[in-house]
């Protein structure tokens, strides 16, 4: 055990060390709860006429993301838009979470494997794209997919179609960008989780004359576990909240919540309709974060 002399020595450390992060977390504070603060009070606010709020309280824009007024009649009925745009995000984003995985598992996997300095090479190769901005990669797809684009050409040129394969502002589009964009997201935690793992177990498996398949399943994903989860949350929650791939390959026409939000503060000019759907994106996105830390601290849990 300490001394006393000693365990005050160490509280007044802890004291210091507090006292000289309080202005960083000060700045932190204001920069990151104020915004949220604000987003809040407006979304219990009325909306404006031309736009802003009226400080008044209104559940308005609480009830404007299930419900709108009828044009006709003033009654209020479900907003099947919003609900098929809220709809639309998740779909996508799982599916989008679901294909960078089978594609990132093998990749991973394959990279782990190399001998050091080609693993370092491959390495290098996925985190290219972080290099280019997120619009430029996504008009890449664009120029990549639409009807005079190269895949069109190409095919055309080979004779195994007539007439250009319409994908271009739809939700295969949308959904093939954000596989493009996110899929590095999803290989470095996966590479991660592999690189640790101990090929040993493998030929203990095959000695126990156990499948490929049961291998895979019994020993390989629950050890690499921790990335898989890692590499969902990173795919999953900016895929939820994307917004610049969504308006380029969309078109404008299959909006996400991403794009919805930024309808209702410029065009709609409904900024509290506006919080309220920031705040539930916020939400969702807080739910999947504490999946992953529930998932993660049983994962610690059980190899403590």
Do not use: C
């Not at 005050?8 to 802890?14: F, K, M, R, Y």
């Not at 960078?100 to 090479?121: E, N, S």
């Not at 093939?176 to 996966?190: C, Q, R």
Request: charged share 10%.
């Amino acid at each position: 055990m300490s001394s006393p002399a000693e365990q005050a020595q160490i509280a007044q450390s802890v004291r210091n060390g507090w006292l000289l992060s309080t202005p960083a977390l000060i700045v932190l504070a204001f920069a990151s709860l104020g915004p949220l603060i604000i987003v809040i009070v407006y979304s219990f606010l009325a909306p404006g006429k031309y736009g802003n709020v009226e400080w008044a309280f209104s559940l308005s824009g609480w009830r404007g993301i299930i419900y709108t007024k009828d044009i006709f009649s003033d009654e209020y009925v479900l907003a099947d838009a919003h609900l098929a745009i809220f709809w639309r995000s998740i779909k996508l984003s799982f599916l989008t979470t679901l294909t960078t995985f089978a594609v990132g598992f093998p990749t991973a996997w394959f990279i782990a494997t190399r001998a050091p300095k080609a693993r370092a090479m491959w390495l290098f190769l996925i985190t290219i794209p972080f290099w280019t901005n997120l619009l430029i990669r996504t008009y890449a797809i664009n120029e990549v997919i639409r009807n005079e684009g190269l895949m069109n050409t190409v095919l055309l040129k080979l004779g195994l179609i007539t007439q250009p394969i319409v994908i271009i502002y739809t939700d295969i589009a949308v959904f093939i960008g954000m596989t493009y964009v996110y899929l590095p997201l999803m290989v470095l935690p996966l590479f991660a989780a592999i690189d640790r793992f101990d090929m040993k177990l493998l030929e203990a498996g095959y000695d126990l004359y156990a499948s490929r398949w049961q291998v895979l399943r019994r020993v390989i994903l629950p050890i690499v576990k921790p990335g898989i989860i890692a590499g969902s949350i990173l795919v999953f929650v900016p895929s939820l909240g994307a917004y610049v791939t969504p308006r380029v390959l969309g078109g404008g026409k299959q909006m996400m919540i991403g794009n919805l939000i930024d309808l209702q503060f410029g065009q709609g000019r409904n900024w509290p309709l506006g919080a309220a759907l920031s705040m539930t994106l916020l939400m969702i996105v807080t739910i999947a974060l504490l999946i992953y830390v529930r998932y993660a601290n049983k994962e610690t849990g059980g190899h403590g």
